[in-house]
């Protein structure tokens, strides 16, 4: 019974994303690469949520609350803000511009040498970090909940190879010959899905601690392990409290504004008001999913006692605890398709990136679009593989998995960031300032973490939490920005020029939705503050 509905959910969405793209013309670069800008607001939430919340986040962040507890709710309440950001200030701009990638808004803004700098870390930060944490984190979740390392008859470590490259060829076929418009779909639908199947943990697990009763095992878990509901990071926290004005912002905002495996599927929004509408309504949904990506990390620690070697494995060992063997089928093809979706995001990201921003500028810059998205799927099916091979290697990996991947993208989030909101609110900064400001992010951070915080570390003295560094440098680079240019300034102010690509008018409910949405956040941190 498992087996078929796994095999029928999965089968279900594959359906549905063809009959769904069958008319796009997928040998344009807007068919292939942006589904035909033809996107409405329910796809883009959809497709926002699903794209977020993969088995790295789920499997991640419900180990980090297992250890923590509530102050790691930070990246997804302030990521509805972002969100609110991101539907007011960038999204009209970049469709103003008509971009299908955002070194595109740059190359507009700032010249030729940024954009391909920054492509080359987009790209860097897809192949060394999002893509093969993604594969892991499924990989591990998997095989934890299934028990497939016993009905292979081999090791953890050789089935996490056996895993991650079934996920990875999968989730390429997708990607590669499917384009945005397919992507999207199935992660709509996929969406539905995993909503309904993430909060099934939370339910059973408190109903196996209330002995049938969902609200007496809320109440347990609450009077027995009250520290854990505390929102207040303290110092020794996984994000402590003041680190939400420091590196939280810079991680959310360029997360959701910025990075370009999530703002493609607004990129490809029919107009500006479906656009918007999209990330706002991901925005209401976000604030809620803490109970599908926290609450069930908190649950597993009061069932197993705090006794997990591996925080990682938290929610895969709840999973298996708590869940019916009846919906064992259908949650693997949800997990399944949370994870494929994460993965062939990026992938197909990384492939636009290369075919519009590398092939058609600088190896054939005479190339037809087919030309373009041909050589875009080879170059996705060499970075799959490359993936692919490094995920296994993450195994064990010290301080958790979505530690890792959050420390290693803050050496791309800062000076991308950095150089869109100076570009955007001011226009005399120059590429040169642009360009200086990246080059010392990216290697001050490297130096600050992996060469200077070990030092600190060995001999006993504090260093900064990670994302205080990155506010730090956040900063720097921007005082770098504005000081480079005040000596040598743009010869003329920068003006934007408007495409004519799609509607760039607001939606008329914006500020109301997005002024609500801001206050639902600030009365949770009021809440849960003790």
């Known amino acids: 019974m498992g087996i078929l509905s796994f095999v029928g959910f999965t089968l279900l969405v594959a359906i549905i994303a063809y009959l769904a793209t069958r008319k796009v013309n997928e040998n344009s670069s807007d068919g292939y690469f942006l589904g035909g800008r033809s996107l409405t607001g329910p796809v883009i939430a959809g497709s926002l949520l699903l794209t977020n919340l993969s088995t790295e986040q789920i499997v991640g962040m419900n180990g980090v609350s ?30 103003k511009s008509g971009i299908s990638t955002i070194p595109q808004f740059l190359e507009n803004r700032y010249g ?42 081999v090791g953890p470590e050789e089935t996490l190879w056996i895993t991650v490259w079934s996920i990875g060829i999968i989730g390429s076929i997708y990607a ?85 495996a999530i703002i493609q599927r607004a990129l490809g929004a029919k107009n500006l008001k479906e656009g918007q509408k999209g990330l706002l309504l991901a925005a209401f949904i976000k604030i809620l999913v ?21 925080t990682d494995e938290a929610y895969p060992m709840l999973v298996k605890k708590v869940l019916p063997t009846i919906f064992i089928g259908f949650f693997a093809a949800v997990l399944f398709g949370a994870i494929l979706s994460s993965f062939n995001s990026a992938l197909n990201s990384s492939v636009t990136l290369f075919g519009l921003d590398f092939y058609k500028e600088y190896i054939n810059s005479k190339a037809s679009e087919h030309d373009v998205v041909k050589a875009g799927k080879v170059f ?23 530690t890792y991947l959050q420390e290693l993208n803050g050496t791309h989030s800062v000076p991308i960031l ?113």
């Not at 000081?483 to 920068?494: C, M, N, Q």
Request: aromatic share 14%; net charge neutral.
């Open 66 to 95: 297992f250890r923590d507890g509530l102050p790691i709710i930070a990246y997804e309440v302030l990521a509805a803000v972002a969100m609110v950001f991101t539907a007011f200030v960038l999204l009209p701009k970049y469709l």
């Open 112 to 153: 030729k040498s940024t954009k391909i700098i920054v492509s080359i870390l987009f790209l860097l930060g897809y192949a060394i970090s999002m893509l093969p944490t993604v594969l892991y984190s499924g990989a591990l979740a998997i095989n934890t909940m299934f028990d497939i390392p016993e009905t292979l008859g």
């Open 176 to 260: 590669i010959f499917g384009g945005l418009k397919a992507v999207a779909v199935s992660d709509s639908i996929n969406a539905i899905g995993l909503i309904i199947g993430g909060l099934l943990i939370p339910v059973f697990g408190l109903m196996y601690i209330g002995d049938g009763n969902v609200f007496t095992g809320l109440t347990t878990l609450t009077t027995a392990l009250p520290e854990k509901f505390d929102i207040i990071g303290g110092p020794d926290s996984d994000v402590p409290f003041w680190t939400i004005f420091t590196g939280m912002v810079i991680v959310n905002f360029y997360y959701w504004g910025t990075n370009q």
């Open 290 to 310: 803490p109970i599908i990506v926290v609450l069930p990390g908190i649950i597993a620690f009061y069932i197993f006692n705090g006794d997990l070697a591996n």
């Open 380 to 402: 996705g099916i060499v970075l799959a593989i490359f993936s692919m091979a490094i995920a296994p290697l993450l195994y064990g990996v010290q301080g958790g998995i979505f």
């Open 418 to 530: 950095a150089i869109i909101v100076v570009g955007i609110f001011s226009k005399r900064v120059t590429a040169k300032a642009a360009n200086v400001a990246i080059v010392f992010s990216v290697i001050t951070y490297l130096i600050a973490l992996f060469v200077v915080r070990p030092h600190f570390e060995e001999s006993g003295r504090f260093f900064p939490h990670f994302l205080h560094i990155m506010g730090v440098i956040f900063v720097i680079a921007i005082i770098i920005m504005y000081t480079i240019s005040y000596f040598k300034p743009r010869e003329t102010d920068y003006v934007q020029v408007y495409t004519n690509q799609v509607d760039i008018k607001n939606w008329k409910y914006l500020k109301p939705v997005g002024f609500l949405i801001l206050a639902v956040v600030v009365s949770i941190y009021i809440y849960f503050a003790n």
